[in-house]
């Protein structure tokens, strides 16, 4: 009998908790559904265990929350004597059950759990695990995935999500821990005393709001200047049914931010997401009841439109064989003459707000920026700031901005001009959450300058150790007032960036699968890369870099342009980054599209799409 079948009937004989019983029974039968779900025991991956939630060892259970715990647990009483974490959770389907139950399991193994009694977004378990000097910590998320997925992320006691060194040995203790073990789970750690279970209260959420507000970057050394300009900045916020509202909210209160509009039928947390089914902020169709409340708000349901280029609005679906066409990055304002009155930015945070998502009124019409956008105009902007003193900031030598290797390479013409050290890292904060412990490890932590990814991912200042969309919401509402004091937005503010440093155009598209036989194909591809490159498919490669784990394929071409591949670490999807550099703005888009249709004719050749 082949493994997966034989791992299905050892679940079929055991006493499961009744839904998980009820849809083990459902799928009898189903070779296709049999295999995916337990063909597999999910590992770490870029950001901790995540998948859909249902029964078998490939899926996010119970169960095998218990299994990865009780082997943490393990890996915790082997080094600390009284070990104890923080845990927290997001507004999704039953992460509230899974964070209770895991603290059971923590207490039934000797490890002691201050548990978040509300959804909590990801920075702040960081913070709480750095600020109360604990042991590690937990957070139960699936970002900004659909709400049939859930996740187990893993923190250690310098708050740092795991590092893959930490995470094999964690799955070397998963892989002798059983599945269904016999016994008293109490028993499951002999000799470990009963670890207690704690609530943690509002003082958290407290420090974690004043140490953020003592970060705030003010661009001039008058406070009260900058207060006043962002009194008169607009604000449409949502926080897509998450947990970021009360802290987004706050922060931007702190700093002085007065006109909020808040969009009614995301402000509640609901692991529905009734109005979004893909509360992701990269996409611009997210901003869809975002941009109704912003045109509501003067009058008139429906005044925003959002206009997608082929896709219906959907962009990237989670569907065998898909890519998704690329969508327009604006929304048109319609009844012109009341475009005063509109917010200047919308910003949307995800479900556990470890991400930012921008769109800025420019000329009529609200432009969405992608996370490489965002990231290009705050580190211009916190170079700028600190080169000018403000308040005590210096830019020393020897300062470094962090950032993975699949985002702008514009921002290393901006470090360059400012004397600031760039650092690539692996995809993943985890990876710059190292290099940031590695600068502290050397007495040199205050040289940690910026950190950012693509996918909407940024950090300033030493308070935390993942990215913070919160952070971020207050440093874009900063740098728009910036702006806006000046007549400019931050349009304006990424054409002057662009004219200082050259044009650049970045695209990406996924290809992405719903089972797991798709992963297969990933590694086919990547296999293929590693060998002979792209210069078979008549591209003019002038150096290339293959990287096996994580596993990354990036070329330089001779046209001041760059692709980069590499599988999801979370999902089982492939993804394709395309920059290119131009002397004018259309210049590097069309180059980019170019590169981008190329692609997507590759891996159809391939065999990736139909």
Not at 41 to 54: C, I, K, P, V
Not at 225 to 231: S, T, V
Not at 261 to 290: I, K, W
Not at 373 to 387: K, W
Request: proline share 4%.
């Amino acid at each position: 009998m082949e493994k997966h079948l034989q791992e299905y009937a050892r679940w079929q004989a055991q006493h499961l908790p009744e839904e998980l019983a009820a849809e083990l029974a459902a799928i009898r039968g189903d070779e296709s559904e049999i295999y995916d779900r337990f063909c597999r025991t999910m590992h770490f991956g870029t950001s901790g265990l995540r998948g859909r939630m249902g029964v078998g060892t490939n899926r996010i259970n119970a169960i095998m929350l218990g299994k990865v715990t009780r082997a943490i647990s393990r890996y915790l009483t082997a080094r600390y004597e009284a070990p104890a974490m923080v845990i927290g959770h997001d507004t999704r389907h039953n992460s509230r059950e899974y964070a209770v139950g895991i603290a059971k399991v923590f207490a039934q193994c000797g490890v002691s759990s201050c548990l978040f009694a509300e959804p909590t977004p990801v920075p702040v378990v960081s913070f709480a695990v750095r600020h109360l000097r604990l042991n590690g910590g937990i957070m139960i998320t699936a970002s900004h995935n659909t709400k049939e997925y859930n996740g187990y992320k893993v923190y250690d006691h310098y708050g740092n999500q795991i590092d893959d060194c930490k995470a094999a040995l964690i799955e070397q203790y998963m892989e002798a821990e059983p599945t269904f073990p016999k016994g008293a789970e109490k028993d499951l750690t002999a000799g470990a005393k009963t670890g207690t279970i704690s609530f943690l209260g509002e003082d958290i959420k407290e420090a974690y709001l004043a140490a953020l507000q003592r970060e705030t970057l003010w661009w001039t050394d008058d406070p009260a200047h900058c207060r006043e300009a962002l009194g008169e900045l607009r604000v449409c916020y949502t926080p897509l049914n998450g947990c970021g509202r009360d802290y987004v909210l706050t922060a931007l209160d702190n700093i002085g931010v007065r006109q909020i509009l808040r969009v009614a039928r995301q402000d509640a947390p609901n692991g529905d997401f009734p109005t979004c089914p893909s509360p992701n902020p990269e996409y611009p169709e997210t901003f869809a009841e975002a941009l109704r409340t912003a045109g509501g708000s003067i009058g008139g349901e429906g005044l925003m439109q959002l206009a997608s280029a082929g896709d219906g609005g959907q962009g990237e679906q989670q569907c065998e064989n898909h890519v998704p066409h690329q969508t327009a990055q604006t929304a048109s304002v319609q009844g012109g003459q009341a475009a005063g009155a509109l917010p200047d930015l919308l910003l949307a945070t995800d479900p556990d707000s470890d991400r930012l998502g921008v769109m800025v009124l420019h000329a009529g019409r609200y432009q969405h920026l992608s996370g490489n956008e965002v990231g290009e105009i705050l580190f211009d902007y916190v170079c700028r700031v600190h080169a000018a003193g403000i308040r005590g900031r210096q830019l020393g030598d020897g300062q470094v901005m962090m950032k993975s290797i699949v985002s702008s390479p514009l921002t290393e013409d901006i470090a360059k001009h400012y004397g600031v050290r760039i650092k690539n890292v692996f995809t993943g904060f985890k990876n710059i959450a190292a290099a940031i412990e590695q600068l502290g490890q050397s007495g040199e932590r205050e040289r940690f300058l910026f950190g950012f990814e693509e996918s909407l991912g940024y950090l300033y200042g030493d308070y935390t150790r993942d990215k913070d969309g919160i952070m971020a919401a207050q440093l874009i509402c900063l740098a728009a007032a910036e702006a806006r004091a000046q007549g400019l937005t931050l349009v304006d503010r990424l054409q002057s960036i662009y004219e200082t440093y050259g044009y650049l155009a970045g695209k990406s598209f996924s290809v992405y699968y719903q089972d797991e036989k798709g992963r297969g194909k990933m590694q086919r591809i990547m296999e293929r890369l590693f060998a002979d490159g792209l210069k078979p498919d008549g591209f003019r490669v002038k150096k290339e870099l293959c990287y096996r784990k994580p596993p990354l394929y990036c070329a330089d071409l001779a046209d001041q342009a760059r692709i980069i591949v590499r599988p999801s670490g979370t999902e089982p999807k492939l993804k394709t980054y395309i920059f290119c550099r131009g002397e004018a703005a259309q210049e590097a888009q069309d180059a980019a599209a170019e590169i981008a249709q190329r692609m997507q004719n590759k891996w159809k050749d391939e065999g990736l799409y139909e």
